[in-house]
């Protein structure tokens, strides 16, 4: 997970707190938007990937959630947290990079396939 809130971090500009808290957010987002076969093909390469989702989860339930659905509601819940508008690409690519180097193509290709609107952060 270091590794991955690190790359985030550098690339977006965030503090590395918020990184880890939008890396939960987004493999939540995931895990909730796709088959679950699929989600666990990429969650499950992320150390700590299932715990960040549930803490995510856990959150957002407190907070009564997101009213918007798909990625308007994924970017609610970033904003939410302190992630500007132009900070949501750069943080899509470095955490759909990361995927890619331990999930996959195939794999995360599958996740863009699955949501609509994906590909453009990726």
């Given amino acids: 997970m270091k590794e991955l809130v690190d790359n985030i971090s550098t690339a977006a500009g965030l503090e590395p707190e918020t990184a880890r808290k939008a890396v939960g957010i987004v493999l939540d987002f995931i895990q909730k938007s796709v088959p679950p076969a699929r989600s666990a093909a990429v969650i499950d390469k ?4 299932r ?8 959150d957002e339930a407190e907070g009564g959630g997101t009213a918007m659905p798909g990625l308007m509601g994924l970017a609610d819940r970033l904003m939410a947290e302190g992630v500007g508008m132009s900070d949501m690409q750069p943080l899509g690519r470095a955490m759909f ?3 890619r180097r331990h999930a ?4 995360v290709g599958d996740l863009a396939a699955d949501i609509p609107g994906l590909s453009q952060f990726m």
Avoid: S
């Fill in 46 to 49: 992320v150390p700590g990937g």
């Fill in 51 to 58: 715990e960040a989702a549930a803490g995510a989860a856990e």
């Fill in 97 to 99: 990079d990361y995927l």
């Fill in 104 to 107: 996959g193509d195939a794999a």
